[in-house]
């Protein structure tokens, strides 16, 4: 029997809880199946958890989060809690959870499955096996550098301040996670900053280029400003394969990637702290897509990238690479079957609900073991 494997599901607001509910069943279900002896506990975060605890992320929450081995979150935020104050909004429980675990590392894959290329809102010839690592940093820059605020000034006017700040540390841990993913893809990492405006991102590049040069020389490395970045990524987006950058320009780079793979619904993620003594890092997975207000309660949300994040947990944290692939490939599987939800819905594929997604993805699972 393995060793217990502790997991927090964070199923969050709007769709969030209906895309858990059926990864919820497929993690069951290979717990049972596989003997892999998942304890799954589940909590509240985001609006539900301001509605029922007072606080987007309660200190009990997050003590759950540091002691399980691995996070699962579905998604945050809702008209209902958006015109709280900004330390009180839905979203602070997502931050404080990145920041208190640490998880500085977040990636972003843009994978583009074969079946999907025609949902993609680029040219199939430009997307077909398109395979993208993103490498967000994720608890510096400007999201939590100070000083921050809205102020009063003299003459009546306010002014709006955030920071971005960035210090060696922050840089060559994040930029160490990229060049050791890349080692195992294509060896290739582009860097992301705006060096040519901004002293933070002349520090980047130079910490970067150190870094390289001390431990990752094998590895391919090139620069890009942010602003090109963006758009080299719908010219030619196959000439990337690791792109490592801020937490503001990743935020933005990654939804735009993930437009190629056809939907924001597709696209899983995974945030990584640093290894502790033995090896383990705490880590968060969530999809990239958000709360989508716009569909909540209708049936019609896409599981698949909740799933695909669950699928990066069992090789990520638990070093479950055969169970992952078989995760991928029943995802794989269900789309090459022609059954679409609605956001990847195309001509001559059948619509399907959250929950029909959800039973067809524990079909094809429950094929793949018999
Ligand atoms: C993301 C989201 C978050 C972010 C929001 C919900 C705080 O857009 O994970 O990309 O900006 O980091
Ligand atoms: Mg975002």
């Not at 956001?343 to 059948?350: F, H, L, M, S, V």
Request: with cysteine.
């Amino acid at each position: 029997m393995a060793a217990t494997k502790k997991i927090l599901m964070l199923p969050g607001d709007g769709i969030g809880p209906e895309v858990m509910t059926e990864v919820r069943r497929v993690a069951d279900w290979l717990s049972d199946k596989r003997g892999l002896g998942f304890e799954i506990e589940e909590a509240l975060v985001g609006g539900a958890a301001i509605d029922a605890e007072g606080a987007p992320v309660s200190d009990a929450t997050v003590a759950k989060a540091m002691a399980a081995d691995a996070v699962l979150l579905g998604a945050v935020g809702g008209e209902k809690w958006d015109s709280l104050p900004f330390a009180q909004k839905p979203e602070r429980g997502l931050l404080r959870l990145r920041k208190d675990m640490e998880l500085f590392a977040n990636l972003r894959p843009a994978l583009v499955f074969d079946p999907l290329v025609e949902a993609s809102s680029l040219k199939p010839e430009l997307v077909s096996g398109l395979d993208i690592m993103i490498v967000r940093e994720l608890t510096g820059g400007i999201y939590f550098g100070d000083p921050r605020g809205i102020e009063d000034m003299p003459d009546g006017q306010r002014r709006g301040i955030n920071t971005q700040v960035y210090t060696t540390s922050e840089i060559r841990r994040v930029a160490a996670v990229a060049f050791e993913l890349a080692r195992k893809r294509s060896n290739r990492v582009c860097s992301v900053e705006k060096s040519n405006v901004m002293e933070s991102g002349v520090l980047w590049r130079e910490e970067v280029t150190k870094l390289h040069g001390e431990q990752y020389s094998d590895v391919e490395l090139s620069h890009m400003y942010a602003d090109n970045c963006a758009m080299q990524l719908v010219r030619r987006p196959k000439q990337f394969d690791v792109i490592v950058t801020d937490n503001l320009f990743g935020d933005i780079l990654s939804d735009e990637a993930a437009m190629m793979t056809g939907s924001l619904g597709m696209l899983p993620s995974a945030s990584l702290g640093g290894a502790d003594a033995s090896g383990r890092r705490k880590a968060l997975y969530e999809p990239v897509h958000g709360s989508a207000p716009d569909i909540t309660g209708q049936g019609i949300a896409n599981p698949l990238a909740t799933l695909l994040s669950f699928a990066m947990m069992l090789r990520y944290s638990f070093d479950l690479g055969a169970e992952a692939g078989m995760v991928e490939q029943a995802a794989q599987n269900v789309l090459a079957r022609g059954l679409r939800t609605a956001d990847i819905a195309q001509e001559g594929t059948t619509r399907v609900s959250t929950q029909e997604m959800g039973r067809a993805l524990l079909e094809e699972l429950h094929h793949s073991v018999v």
